[in-house]
């Protein structure tokens, strides 16, 4: 299976700032990578698919980047409804996997 | 709307099976695959694997494979996620979601069913 990795595992930033988090595939993946949004107690909400679309109505200050084994998804002012865990994805494999999550929370 | 609803928690001993179902409605059943993930208490999102609802093709996590079957029954919109041979750590909340075709994510998801495993 296609192993991923994600960091940091956790950050404190403040509202406004830029926030960058790192996903990388142990093989390559092109650009089948997909990043999502869990809140506590919620399922996971879609942000971006296929490594850099945007899905039907998140906020544009989300973005992604990348393609083959490195991809990043960047939050470029954080607003206090993304205090949340982040989470990567790869459907390259017909066996998905996820990332262990990048928990964001208030500094 | 587009939703998936799933159906209520399950409380079940090692040993037992637990199937949770998953009823979808607002779209076309049958032009998307519905993905199983879980979530242990305090922990990441596992996926368990998928189905395709327009015929029936499976793909399951390596660990998982021969304990898990997901079928659906297109007549009614549901797709079902059978886990035998629970343990301990199956404790967990169980997601089914919509698989967009082409790996481009999953875009609507249930809310969740827990499956608590106890003696």
């Known amino acids: 299976d296609i192993q991923m990795t994600q960091s940091p595992s956790s950050l404190s930033a403040s509202v406004g700032d830029r926030v960058t988090i790192t996903c990388r595939a142990s093989q390559s993946i092109s650009s089948y990578l997909n990043w999502y949004q869990q809140k506590p107690g919620k399922a996971p909400k879609l942000l971006i698919y296929?490594?850099?679309s945007l899905q039907s109505g998140v906020p544009s200050r989300f973005s992604g980047s990348g393609s083959g084994t490195d991809f990043t998804l960047t939050i470029s002012s954080l607003q206090p409804e993304d205090f949340a865990t982040y989470y990567c994805?790869?459907?390259?494999?017909?066996?998905?996997?996820f990332g262990p999550g990048t928990k964001v929370d208030i500094k | 709307q587009v939703q998936l609803v799933q159906s209520g928690a399950e409380v079940k001993k090692p040993g037992a099976s637990v199937k949770v179902s998953c009823k979808a409605s607002?779209?076309?059943?049958?032009?998307?695959?519905i993905s199983w993930v879980r979530q242990a208490p305090g922990q990441g999102l596992e996926w368990m694997g998928w189905?395709?609802?327009?015929?029936?093709?499976?793909n399951y996590a390596q660990k998982l494979q021969g304990r898990v079957t997901m079928t659906t029954d297109t007549s009614t919109s549901t797709a079902y996620m059978e886990l035998r041979s629970l343990r301990s750590d199956d404790t967990a909340v169980y997601y089914c979601?919509?698989?967009?075709?082409?790996?481009?994510?999953?875009?609507?998801w249930g809310q969740g069913t827990t499956v608590t495993v106890s003696s």
């Open positions: 189905i395709s609802a327009y015929n029936g093709n499976t």
């Open positions: 607002g779209y076309t059943f049958t032009s998307y695959g």
């Open positions: 979601a919509r698989s967009i075709p082409g790996g481009n994510g999953m875009d609507v």
């Open positions: 994805q790869q459907s390259y494999s017909t066996r998905f996997t």
């Open positions: 296929a490594a850099s």
